[in-house]
């Protein structure tokens, strides 16, 4: 079953045909890091803009790449990310996956952004059944979940104020470094020492939520004693210091979280999940706790269409998993996601 998913939710247009919730046949992504580089940040207006003028190209390409061309009935399905995002760039990608659905006459699926990180894992791996943990850490969204079957989610705790990709965005445009602020940091933290600066970790204990702004507040103000004092920054240490607060915060929460809900299987999603150090001490701690943890691989880490033509399949097949014999009750005291 051939679906073809289409993904605008922010600063990327992509779109992607993949078979049965797997086999990749195209993935195209248009960057817009162009366009926002230098205002170290995604300006709106101008990525539904840039969406207008990419969508129609990047589905082509897809299409081509995946040896469908102008044969449209082949596909069996639309899916598109139908929410959270940026609402002039999410209508560009619904309008035209919309348009799609109708002239073709096949079943149009709106995907959760979110859900779709989540998905990502199951492009490469295979036998990953839920129950499990998903934690998904993007530009807007630090979030726990429980997967307790396909399409059925529970909510443990997510972003309070400034998400985890949102502060390494920040730090990098509050030390001149450039947009998007992670791969940056990631690339300069290999070259410092981690344990050089005590940057705060949020654990927000008794909670599950996530709190990274005190985090940035703290690099600011390290940043600005430093000039008052005239001591030279040390950047790669900032950024491996800075980098390691941010993964201890989430390694301590997402393993406490396996522990008290018992579940063995980590699934990982978000632009993020990307960093070299977060998935080398994530895979580390997972061996430790004899728990397996499932990443994405970087590229599809960042968002991308694959991943919600695979949430849009398994959508499609969704009556058959959310059969009331399939789910396993975690705890029936947690609040379901209506994704
Ligand atoms: O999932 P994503 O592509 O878009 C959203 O849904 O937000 O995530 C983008 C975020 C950005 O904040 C970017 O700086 C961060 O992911 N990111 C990284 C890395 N690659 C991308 N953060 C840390 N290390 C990376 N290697
Ligand atoms: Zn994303």
Aim: aromatic share 8%.
């Amino acid at each position: 079953m051939l679906v073809l998913g289409i993904e605008t939710s922010c600063d990327e247009t992509s779109a992607a045909v993949v078979d049965c919730g797997k086999r990749i046949l195209s993935n195209v992504i248009a960057s817009q890091i162009k366009i926002h580089g230098r205002y170290f940040g995604v300006v709106p207006e101008l990525a539904s803009r840039a969406h207008i003028e990419n969508v129609n190209w990047v589905i082509e390409k897809a299409l081509k790449q995946a040896g469908i061309g102008t044969d449209l009935g082949k596909i069996s399905v639309v899916a598109y990310t139908r929410g959270p995002g940026l609402a002039g760039s999410l209508l560009v990608g619904q309008l035209a996956a919309q348009t799609f659905s109708y002239l073709l006459g096949k079943p149009l699926v709106g995907v959760n952004h979110l859900e779709g990180h989540l998905y990502a894992v199951l492009l490469e791996h295979d036998g990953i059944e839920p129950p499990y943990l998903g934690l998904i850490v993007s530009g807007g969204h630090t979030e726990l979940v429980i997967v307790e079957n396909f399409g059925k989610y529970k909510y443990l705790g997510g972003t309070r104020d400034d998400a985890a990709g949102e502060v390494f965005d920040k730090v990098s445009k509050l030390l001149n470094l450039g947009y998007p602020g992670g791969p940056i940091i990631d690339k300069l933290a290999k070259k410092g020492n981690k344990v050089a600066i005590k940057f705060p970790r949020p654990y927000m204990r008794g909670t599950w939520d996530f709190s990274f702004s005190g985090l940035k507040t703290a690099v600011i103000n390290y940043v600005k004693n430093a000039y008052v004092e005239n001591v030279k920054l040390k950047i790669n240490d900032i950024c491996a210091s800075f980098q390691q607060a941010v993964i201890d915060t989430l390694l301590e929460k997402t393993f406490s979280a396996s522990k008290k809900y018992s579940l063995k299987k980590i699934v990982l999603g978000g632009g993020v999940i990307a960093n070299s150090a977060l998935r080398t001490q994530f895979l580390k701690k997972a061996g430790i706790e004899k728990t397996k943890a499932f990443l994405p691989s970087p590229q599809l880490c960042t968002d991308n269409a694959a991943m919600i033509a695979c949430a849009g399949y398994y959508k499609m097949k969704i009556k058959g998993f959310s059969k009331k014999e399939n789910i396993q009750k975690i705890d029936p005291n947690l609040k379901l996601i209506n994704w």
